[in-house]
Each structure stands twice: as structure tokens, then as C-alpha cells.
């Protein structure tokens, strides 16, 4: 498989799954439970959806695209109360950025290491961006129970 149908590909399952982001923000009827914890739920679902904004406007906007970003880690987890319509920017935002950075795709060989180091070492390229879905992929449904568990009715 070359690199610009593996982007293609690529593209069409983050979108697919930002959209998914995206439904599950809007689904929260109070806005105030997206930023609920309680006992062993550390992690808001607005949280999460910070998170996954952040990891994927570092990893692909600037680790593929060569887009700046200045990532705030630690606001992920502990920022409360960002407004439902700006969490939806956001994630509009990443898309875009997604698309570009998945487009840059076709200057690598399948083969290639990520351009970045992320966890102390190098990695394939095609490691990277397949965690990088899954992580995505994961978080997406701990928002859908967290949704589920805590959003008012």
C-alpha cells in the first residue's frame, strides 16, 4: 500500500470518529456534567475531549503537518467549564488540522520512523498514527459512559 492511500484511509477514520467526538459533546444536556467526577472517574468527559484535542493537534498538526501548536497538558486534565460550542471549535479545529497533517503523509515511506520521539524512543511511522486512531478510539468511548452516567436528565 502506498502513503497516499494509506492517508486517504487514515482521513476517512479520524474524521469519521472527530465526528463521533463531536455527537457525543453535543449529547451532553448540561453542559456542568461534562465536567463531573466522582469516586474512580478521574477523568471528565470534557476532559477527555481536551485530551484528545491536544494529543492529536501535537501528534499529527505538528508531528506530520509541521503545524505550530503549543500543547497545555496539564490543562487537559485539570481545565473545568470550557463552554459545550467552544469544545465543538475545537474539535472542528482538529479536523482540519488531521487532514492536513494525514497529507503530509505522502513525503514518508511506509516504512519510515515518526518524526517525532514520543515515548523515549523511536517508532514506526505507521505504529504511531495507528495508536495514535486507537487512542482516539478509546477515549471516545470512555466519553460516551461517562456521558451516559453523568449528564442529567
Not at 485530551?51 to 503549543?70: A, D, S, V
Not at 460550542?85 to 479545529?93: F, T, V
Not at 520521539?117 to 468511548?141: A, P
Request: charged share 30%.
Amino acid at each position: 500500500m502506498d502513503t497516499a492511500k494509506l492517508s486517504e484511509s487514515l482521513k476517512r477514520l479520524f474524521v469519521r470518529d472527530l465526528e463521533k467526538l463531536q455527537k457525543e459533546i453535543e449529547s451532553y444536556r448540561d453542559e456542568s456534567s461534562m465536567w463531573v467526577i466522582d469516586r474512580e472517574i478521574k477523568n471528565s468527559g470534557g476532559n477527555l475531549c481536551l485530551h484528545l484535542i491536544g494529543n492529536l493537534k501535537t501528534y499529527i498538526g505538528t508531528g506530520l503537518g509541521n503545524k505550530p501548536y503549543q500543547r497545555d497538558r496539564v490543562f487537559e486534565f485539570s481545565g473545568k467549564g470550557v463552554k459545550k460550542e467552544k469544545l465543538l471549535s475545537q474539535i472542528e479545529e482538529t479536523k482540519e488540522v488531521v487532514i492536513e497533517g494525514l497529507d503530509a503523509l505522502e513525503k514518508y515511506q511506509i516504512g519510515d520512523s515518526y518524526p517525532m520521539v514520543i515515548w523515549n524512543q523511536e517508532t514506526e511511522l505507521i505504529y504511531t498514527i495507528v495508536h495514535l486512531h486507537s487512542h482516539l478510539n478509546y477515549h471516545l468511548g470512555q466519553i460516551n459512559y461517562h456521558r451516559r452516567l453523568f449528564d442529567k436528565r
